[in-house]
């Protein structure tokens, strides 16, 4: 899917009767104003789409279970809303539709620190939620760039930095309450750390992108605080020399948290926007866990592992305040870049690819881009073979579209020939709905449709995403 | 379902035409010699039922695809088998219908070794997976106490003794080769390490129990072999204290490999079996894998830890046939508690609760075992919060099954009750379909059912298995 604006044609009106009952029902917290279905109707994606008819504020899984419900009397389109923050068009109402915004729910019901669990509703954020358990000794592991509720997280099947040690939404979510189809509430999973009963709802709630059921609540492991963190800058010569260290580095099993990818580009727009004067060449941002003896063990045998593939000597970053400037400034890189270009807007990828075929992975695209000639910046949490390329954009200019989704078109099928995903992090949502079906295959794609039939047989929770319209 | 014997009335007939397809098809790779049929028409479940009407000897995916479609055209139910070691009745032909062997699917069909991943067939035990790549420096971390099967691990989610730190199949499956109830064929997955691309039909076939598809290849992650291995025996005054020590270990997130509780019972047993002089009292088994000083590091930490809690020092297991003999009598407890009491068997509970709720789960559990007078012993994958309990009947004496059942429903509904699982690591199958619909609610049950209905219209996938009858 190519093209920006999605067709209105696509948009079902929204029927005034399932709107009057929205209104009597929801009172002031269900609003039709242009202003909030416009802020509701749009996403970090580069696509544009006719407004959801009316957004309800949530403030509790009933409040989302009655929603569902009025609507699927009337077969409307339902859209859970967080923070707004996904990148390939999940949040648009391309069908038409209410836009159910959680971010009201936005409590910490509880922290089971004995347990390493925490249970949140689904607008709560990463941020606020590590807020809260900053006294507890405990940390929630995953950070997308964007201050995403955990709800939005929960159905892109995050991850971010600290996957690579700490696993992703998949390996961190322990149990949800989901509100069905039918405005029926269930709850998924358990408190234990595994279980052996019966399918896997959990797993298969996580990443469907609010299209098989609206999680309303999740349960997400979490650890203790490290004893030691450390923090350090290394930089290389070539992104090929970064990519040869960090797949050294994996391979040899070091239990490394972080580990995160700039190119120059990216390297040079945190500079410019975080005030940092990082050298301009390709840098690795690691972070090391563990006691102090473990995490200068680890930092040891990377700093030999980097300095075999020309890596500088690690500029440490050794105090709180210093990680957490370097970690803003790696989080900003996103917006960073969009300011080098101004009204530009980003065509991101977001591969991921088994640790031994990044090198090409990597190599092959920064060719391809630096040939292209379209302004773009990489980073990546190359710890676990995945990265984004920004192409930077002009909207006014089809031509740069074009060229940067061919560019991103090449460097999918690339990825998919070497055994990796068209996506690692981001989803399907209206972007990748091709490449879904390229990767998973035909009969796979009639498995997960065939699941969509069965849980939502009306076809109101947030549809045209993940299938092609066609399918 | 407490009733040892399967209803002769449940078993469909096969139609001869079936029967005459598949031995053409297959040749003296299709058997319907009573013997062969009997072989395949139990597992380690105390239940009887009559056996499946024949066995296919499937060597490939193809093979597989061509059974299915063979009994699917007859409406005849396929049930997979692999090393027959289930726990709880997942392998019994209790609908009639034809075993798939899949033991002639032994080959790894790919290191990956520079990924950390190898791709078996689904008859691949893990010994033989590991003994494979015992000259890589990885190893497969998941070891349920039988030489499982990939495929029949995978298809009950099994986990083991390394799962406190390396994750269950859940977390340790990458991608599958499914065939699905009408004979074709998908990949699920990827080599990535992450992907968000779309429904996660991996988690989904994985603890499906063979009744959403029949899994016959496997894409698993391996691990460096760490460089440094510390085997320990620590014994306690009683098991209460050795539950709250692992309590404290796992809440101060050490990164324990291995922590194993056998009670005096268990120790008794596998003291004659395997000719050890452990003393006669609970203990627990650990093991610390990472650098040396890290190991070193770990084991101070619980030995400080265990001391106060009235631990013993710790007695090491230092070179690797110690450890071996150790960890293969750990293995042999189930089997040497069956041998205290000659003609018995075992029911075998397997519940698992969050962390924190682990002592009052075990302590009453101890306290009822003790008052009920039934042998019994316990052993359990402690620092994941599950435990096993085999109350030992003598298969003659239905009150002693119903005594251990009785038991058993005591156990599983506190389990409930304080947040956890009616089963950690063995499934459904036929024993807890009750205790499924308590623990996921109705609704979620039926998301469940309309799963396998979407998946599976006529029921042939190892029909009766998850379900109840009647549900």
């Not at 999973?189 to 052996?196: L, M, N, Q, V």
């Not at 580009?265 to 050298?279: I, Q, S, T």
């Amino acid at each position: 899917m190519n093209a920006p604006t999605i067709a209105q044609a696509l948009s079902r009106p929204t029927p005034p009767a399932c709107l009057e009952a929205l209104a009597t029902r929801f009172g002031a917290a269900f609003s039709t104003a242009l202003a909030v279905r416009q802020q509701h109707g749009r996403d970090e994606s580069p696509f544009d789409a006719p407004p959801p008819a009316g957004v309800v504020f949530c403030s509790s899984t009933q409040d989302v279970a009655d929603a569902v419900k009025l609507c699927a009397a009337h077969d409307v389109p339902v859209i859970a809303y967080g923070a707004g923050s996904s990148l390939e068009g999940q949040l648009l109402a391309i069908h038409g539709g209410i836009s159910l915004d959680l971010t009201r729910m936005n409590r910490v019901l509880r922290v089971a620190a004995e347990d390493l669990t925490a249970t949140v509703q689904a607008g709560v954020t990463r941020l606020q939620l590590n807020d809260e358990l900053r006294h507890t000794g405990l940390f929630f592991s995953i950070d997308p760039g964007a201050d995403a509720t955990l709800g939005g997280m929960t159905a892109t099947r995050a991850s971010g930095t600290n996957a690579v040690r700490y696993g992703t939404m998949r390996e961190n979510v322990l149990a949800l309450t989901v509100v069905l189809a039918d405005g029926r509430v269930i709850r998924t999973g358990t408190h234990a750390r595994k279980s052996s009963a019966g399918y896997d709802l959990t797993r298969l709630f996580v990443g469907s992108e609010g299209t098989l059921g609206i999680v309303t609540e999740i349960t997400v492991r979490l650890y203790p605080q490290p004893e030691a963190v450390a923090a350090a800058v290394c930089s290389f010569p070539d992104v090929a020399s970064s990519v040869d260290c960090t797949i050294q580095i994996i391979q040899a099993g070091i239990p490394i948290a972080r580990c995160e990818l700039m190119d120059a580009n990216a390297v040079r727009a945190v500079n410019a926007h975080d005030h940092l004067d990082l050298p301009v060449q390709p840098l690795l941002l690691m972070e090391f866990h563990g006691s102090p003896a473990s995490v200068r063990e680890q930092a040891e045998s990377v700093q030999t592992i980097a300095a075999e593939h020309g890596g500088s000597r690690f500029s440490w970053a050794d105090t709180p305040e210093e990680r957490t400037r370097l970690w803003k400034a790696r989080h900003h890189a996103y917006l960073s870049a969009l300011q080098t270009k101004p009204g530009c807007r980003s065509v991101t990828t977001d591969t991921c690819v088994p640790i031994s075929r990044l090198a090409e992975s990597i190599n092959d695209t920064v060719a391809e881009a630096d040939a292209a000639g379209l302004p773009y910046f990489i980073v990546g949490h190359v710890g676990d073979g995945n990265f984004h390329v920004g192409y930077l954009i002009d909207p006014a200019k089809p031509e740069e579209r074009e060229l940067a989704e061919s560019l991103n078109d090449k460097l999918v099928r690339r990825a998919l020939a070497l055994g990796g995903t068209c996506t690692g992090e981001h989803g399907i949502g209206l972007h990748k709905q091709g490449f879904l079906r390229e990767e998973a295959g035909d009969d796979a794609l009639d498995v997960m449709r065939a699941i969509k039939q069965a849980l939502d047989p009306r076809g109101i929770l947030n549809p045209g995403k993940i299938f092609a319209p066609s399918e």
